[in-house]
């Protein structure tokens, strides 16, 4: 338990201490600009990679969420910090999970964000480091219980004109009482 653990805390400081460095690497050699429509809702599913996940909060689960960028390089293909807010949660057998997280990310593009004034389509990758509070009841067991716990994510997506998107992310949601509400997100949103 203790090695899984120092793992997972392993993987969460790496992609911290990449988030940083590519966020200050990407500073020193551009500046920056507003982000045009820096605010962004998504809704979508996760659906849980771990039967203990899907066994008490079902296989698929609702997922929403709201971001909010500061900054972009004015480079070609830039890149975009940003503050994140996602919930993702379900129940079922007696069981629920509700997971509330509030993080940093970094999101890159692989050329011009598309939006309102852009045509085309624009593919980003990113990821995100924060705070998870999990609310769960394992019907199993009958326990309940809430945890707050360092977590993460990585994410890729498509922007597409009119500022609409669609992202598929990997949640590295912390596990608690023997469940864990892992899994991997599909989600549709709208940039203003």
């Known amino acids: 338990m203790a090695s899984k653990t120092f793992s997972k805390m392993m993987i969460l400081g790496l992609l911290a201490g990449g988030l940083f460095v590519s966020s200050g690497a990407a500073k ?3 500046t920056t600009v507003p982000v045009q429509n820096p605010w962004a809702v998504k809704i979508g599913a996760l659906f849980p990679t771990n039967s203990s996940g899907s066994r008490n909060g079902g296989s698929a689960q609702l997922s929403v969420g709201a971001d909010y960028s500061f900054e972009k390089t004015t480079a070609e293909n830039p890149t975009i910090p ?6 993702n949660g379900g129940s079922r057998n007696g069981g629920h999970v509700d997971t509330y997280a509030l993080g940093i990310g970094l999101r890159a593009y692989g050329n011009h964000p598309a939006g309102a004034n852009q045509q085309g389509v624009s593919p980003y990758v990113g990821l995100g480091i924060g705070a998870y509070y999990t609310d769960l009841k394992n ?8 945890s707050t716990d360092i977590g993460g994510k990585i994410f890729a997506g ?3 004109t009119s500022n609409w998107f669609a992202e598929v992310n990997y949640q590295f949601i912390p596990s608690h009482d023997g469940v864990n509400p892992s899994g991997i997100g599909l989600q549709v949103g709208a940039r203003f």
């Not at 940003?82 to 919930?87: L, T």
Request: proline residues 0%; aromatic residues 20%.
């Open 28 to 30: 020193a050699q551009t």
């Open 158 to 160: 498509l922007d597409f």
């Open 139 to 146: 019907g199993t067991t009958g326990r309940s219980g809430t």
């Open 82 to 87: 940003e503050v994140y807010f996602d919930y």
